[in-house]
T-cell receptor, first 109, second 116 residues
């Protein structure tokens, strides 16, 4: 079973920041937080990952709370092409990603 | 383009047919994966290959038979499938699949399989 909890769906206005929350209250010290997304009928796409510190790349920012029990993926300026299912996954880097149901983000004009 | 290609993109087969799905990665990775995504269900990990050796088999029925001849190619051989095996089959690769490696996986576009 997935070890994360995400809201099933969210809406965001185009051009605004999309903040996607994830709870992982049972995360262990050596587990990373990974985010992937899947645009309809395509393969999942890696977005970002982190262990303790906040991370930023060209796609998104990842904010991890100090106790590491939750995190937020931030898409700073959402576009219609960001409409997708977003998956938050915790992993110890063994190659065994366990996908849950994710959050369906709908970006609206 | 993720550097992972899959063929065919769509496949329709009868329950008595034998077919194969092909995956190729151009990223120099050492680990490759097969996932199954059924309608309205999360992705399910099927098989993991690391350095051409199978390191994970997630209780997958024997009618699915993987083959990894080298680190760039991965096949999924299908025989006597059932209609409930209809799904999107996704291939992925990563630098390696060991503790301390990375779970940054790069996915192909998938093969949409329909079993009649």
């Amino acid at each position: 079973d997935a070890k994360t909890t995400q809201p099933p769906s969210m809406d965001c206005a185009e051009g605004r920041a999309a903040n996607l929350p994830c709870n992982h209250s049972t995360i262990s010290g050596n587990e990373y937080v990974y985010w992937y997304r899947q645009i309809h009928s395509q393969g999942p796409q890696y977005i970002i990952h982190g262990l303790k510190n906040n991370e930023t790349n060209e796609m998104a920012s990842l904010i991890i709370t100090e106790d590491r029990k939750s995190s937020t993926l931030i898409l700073p300026h959402a576009t219609l092409r960001d409409t997708a299912v977003y998956y938050c996954i915790v992993s110890v880097n063994t190659g065994k990603l366990i996908f849950g149901q994710g959050t369906t983000l709908q970006v609206k004009p | 383009e993720t550097g992972v290609t899959q063929t065919p993109r769509h496949l329709v087969m009868g329950m008595t047919n034998k077919k194969s799905l092909k995956c190729e990665q151009h990223l120099g990775h050492n680990a490759m994966y097969w996932y199954k995504q059924s309608a309205k269900k999360p992705l399910e990990l099927m098989f993991v290959y690391s350095l051409e050796e199978r390191v994970e088999n997630n209780s997958v029925p024997s009618r699915f038979s993987p083959e990894c001849p080298n680190s760039s190619h991965l096949f999924l051989h299908l025989h006597t499938l059932q209609p409930e095996d209809s799904a999107l089959y996704l291939c992925a690769s990563s630098p390696r699949a060991q503790r301390g490696g990375s779970d940054t996986q790069y996915f192909g576009p998938g093969t949409r399989l329909t079993v009649l």
